[in-house]
């Protein structure tokens, strides 16, 4: 009788089994929301496409592993990337590899006309100083001063200002309509 109870006791599932199912559907609906949008915001700072995905997945693992902990996900992995992708700039590390990468599921063929797109957008801000690059960054993410100041740990006036230069080193950039001068 004691072994039937205990047979039926761990085939029913426990309360943590379900919160661990509810924690990897959260966490499932997180990823797959937030990182085509993560590799894309690297990009936008200066990293190679390769880069990007390849911080952009570390940074959603650590999330992961880390997700009962992390109070404002989207938050954290924009900043833990963005550090990271610094880390390996100043590094000046490249990973050389002898032969291409298998294709990425980051860049399905229907999402590759907006990459195409988003391109004439990293061009102009690989023309900015490292700064004014980062913060353009975060403001085309949706952040504001206030915030990526937060993130970045610097004051809210000094991202403000790298914010209208980075505008004004880019609208010397894009093309003028006729007339508009």
């Not at 379900?18 to 990823?31: A, G, K, L």
């Not at 915001?41 to 990293?47: D, E, K, P, S, T």
């Not at 590094?91 to 990468?101: C, F, M, Q």
């Amino acid at each position: 009788m004691p072994e039937r109870n205990r047979a039926r006791s761990s085939a029913a599932p426990t309360s943590d089994t379900s919160s661990d199912y509810s924690r990897n559907d959260e966490f499932s609906q997180f990823y797959y929301s937030t990182v085509r949008d993560l590799t894309g915001f690297l990009i936008m700072q200066g990293a190679r496409l390769a880069d990007a995905a390849d911080i952009a997945q570390d940074t959603l693992c650590s999330a992961y592993r880390l997700w009962s902990a992390i109070n404002n996900p989207r938050a954290w992995s924009y900043r833990t990337a963005s550090r990271a992708l610094l880390r390996r700039l100043v590094s000046g590390r490249e990973d050389l590899v002898g032969e291409l990468p298998e294709p990425s599921p980051l860049l399905r063929a229907t999402a590759i006309d907006g990459w195409e797109q988003q391109q004439d957008i990293v061009v102009l801000l690989d023309r900015l100083p490292p700064r004014q690059r980062q913060v353009m960054a975060w403001t085309l993410y949706g952040y504001t001063p206030k915030e990526i100041a937060d993130e970045l740990g610097i004051r809210p006036e000094a991202v403000r200002a790298n914010l209208m230069k980075a505008r004004r080193a880019l609208a010397q950039h894009l093309p003028r309509e006729e007339g508009s001068r």
